[in-house]
């Protein structure tokens, strides 16, 4: 279902940053495990990055590690991936996505678990 939305996306050049945030007015972000996942042209969709309900659990994919950063502000509803020093290689569509999960788990492995997701939003990195 797609539930959530996302914005932040765009064109930067190699080596910059971008934003995503993800927010829903359907249902509290709290309780819910929240994931990032992109898909590239020709590629199939991967995790990015996830992050548990309780916030103590993360986890990314090796690709980004090091220059994104999941977060959460509860208080606003909305999730965000921080990406930094961004490379052609991360040019896809990034989707954000909620899951029910025990409080202290982080998955990006399974989308299936996955619930809610928003429709994507592009990002191309130029070299």
């Known amino acids: 279902q797609l539930q959530l939305v996302e914005s932040g996306g765009g064109l930067v050049q190699s080596g910059g940053s971008l934003r995503l945030s993800c927010t829903t007015s359907r249902f509290t972000l709290d309780y819910y495990a929240i994931g990032w996942f992109r898909e590239a042209p020709g590629k199939e969709r991967e995790g990015v990055s996830c992050?548990?309900?309780?916030?103590?659990?993360?986890k990314y994919a090796d690709s980004v590690k090091g220059r994104f950063t999941i977060s959460r502000d509860n208080a606003k509803n909305t999730m965000y991936l921080h990406m930094n020093d961004l490379k052609p290689e991360d040019t896809a569509i990034y989707y954000c996505a909620a899951a029910l999960l025990p409080a202290d788990v982080a998955m990006c492995a399974s989308e299936s678990e996955y619930v809610y997701w928003g429709q994507g939003t592009q990002v191309t990195v130029s070299s």
């Open positions: 992050m548990s309900s309780s916030g103590a659990s993360t």
